[in-house]
């Protein structure tokens, strides 16, 4: 402490500071008396130990001198703000013991007011050394977990929605710009920067999932797309939900990029749905994709038109050419129903040498100038094989569906009127009068 006597000279302090008398001799913890200028004029009993110095060695000097740094230091600081503006000023300072330990003091200056005399300040300190080591402990293990998180491929979050409905994210981890390219300040200034990248189609799911796990407290599980410039991405939204104080509801969850997932799932689904000699809709995809035709085509009052295709002596080609020469013609005949049909018409082989096509807006007439175009298209087409030039025919039976009517039933209608073009000569479309 000689270096702080040194350079802070003991002042002569005068003897009238009776105004702190009985404070000062009943205060329970560390307090100390001093003047405008900073001097200590008294101490506390609880000061002496808290410091670890007698009053006779620190009356007299500047209080500033129990800074670490007593030229810039915060007391010094801490007394200038509370003279300046006559109210309590309060900070976290580290202050220097006798022993030459360093420890924080949680520090209270406030102006007394004096009466007739000058003004002076009462310093009341408070150890809270083991505090601020706790605090810094927390503090680097929060760092730490938060590192570990912005490692982890996804992000953590908390969302919060009040009884008035208000979305908010509370917390938002770093993972968050990887995975749509916003930083979590965004996010927690407004979720409308991620739901405005989502379709609509999506973000009305969204919040019926929501609203869904709200009312019934039940967890939140949700896909959605995000269209972002690089191209689309799949989120997975999974949380927790719980009631918070004051009607609030809280989502505790996680976000991760499963597009790759996605992607393979739709990869798997076009396997299962997808005839590997031709490329076109296998009988499962038929059916699974007729449902949504038949559904979109009932929402718009149209008629569905279907037609079961059958080539004809097929088995001769085989048998002359060799199967083969047979699955060539095949293939050849779905590239020609592919070039003569629309993208969102429905093709399928449904097996060996049998097809189905369902025309979306079904017409009848239009349906029936489609189906004779094809019909002679095929037979148009050369078949180069071996050296030979070859042709194949299809027979075509035709149906309409009404739109609440049933995929099989139509089906079997059709498969009749096969069965007919078959008997009548082949090479021909059958079906119901084009007229209506
Ligand atoms: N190359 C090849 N042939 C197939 C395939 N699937 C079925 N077939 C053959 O297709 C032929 C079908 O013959 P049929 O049902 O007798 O009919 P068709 O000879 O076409 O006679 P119609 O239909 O009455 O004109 C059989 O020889 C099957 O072996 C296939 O994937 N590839």
Redesign the pocket.
Known sequence: MTWIRDRWRRRRVPRDVSLSDALFEHFPGAALLADADGVVLRLSPGAEAHLGQAASDLVGTRLSGLDEDPLRGELARGMAACLAQGRPWRGAVRCRRADGDLRYQDVVIRPLAGGEGPPRLLVVLHDVDDLVARARVDRERLADLEAGLARLPGALFRLRQTPRGELGFEYVSDGIRELCGLTPETLQASPEALFARMPDADRRALTTTLARSAVGLTPWEQDVRLTLPQGERWLEIRARVRRGRQGVTLWDGWLQDITQRKEEESRTRALVTTDM?TGLLNRRGFFANGRAVLAYAARHHQRVAVAML???????L?DTHG?AA??IA?QCFARTCRDCLRPYDLIARLG??EFAIMLADGDPEEAWRVFERLRRRVAETELALGGETLHITVSLGLAFLEPDGDLNEVLGRADRALYRA?HEG?NRVVGPSPVV
């Not at 059958?310 to 001769?316: E, N, V």
Request: charged share 40%; glycine share 12%.
């Open positions: 000699l059958d080539l004809d002596h097929f088995k001769a085989n199967h047979g699955d095949l060996g040498e078959k082949r």
